[in-house]
Nanobody, 124 residues
Framework: QVQLVESGGGLVQVGGSLRLSCAASGRTFSSNAVGWFHQAPGKEREFVAAITWTGRSTYYADSVKGRFTISRDNAKSTVYLQMNSLKPEDTAVYYC?????????????????WGQGTQVTVSS
């Protein structure tokens, strides 16, 4: 089993920044992809960004390209999501998730392990 714990969410004004962290523990895999998703009330969970555990490949949703950056620190078994230029539409619960394989995916159903989520609220 892999346990994932997100942190770093909070309330921020439009144009502000937050950095989310996803700490992995348990049976950690050195070659697994990790993704960030968000879910707003009444909406489906949506892909935000993903990274291979080596960090060599990343992928972003069009809505966050140029504003969000995903990165990882293997020594700390932690994946980060730096969110800049935040907009009200970024308001959601943010989840990190890990796959059991190397390849990045944008589909929530292809991720086996999930964190509990952290709330991000962007006020205008």
């Amino acid at each position: 089993q892999v346990q994932l714990v997100e942190s770093g969410g909070g309330l921020v004004q439009v144009g502000g920044s937050l950095r989310l962290s996803c700490a992995a523990s348990g049976r950690t895999f050195s070659s697994n992809a990790v993704g960030w998703f968000h879910q707003a009330p009444g909406k489906e969970r949506e892909f935000v960004a993903a990274i291979t555990w080596t960090g060599r490949s990343t992928y972003y949703a069009d809505s966050v390209k140029g504003r969000f950056t995903i990165s990882r620190d293997n020594a700390k078994s932690t994946v980060y999501l730096q969110m800049n230029s935040l907009k009200p539409e970024d308001t959601a619960v943010y989840y990190c998730a890990a796959r059991s394989v190397v390849m990045i995916s944008t589909k929530p159903s292809e991720y086996s392990y999930w964190g509990q989520g952290t709330q991000v609220t962007v006020s205008s």
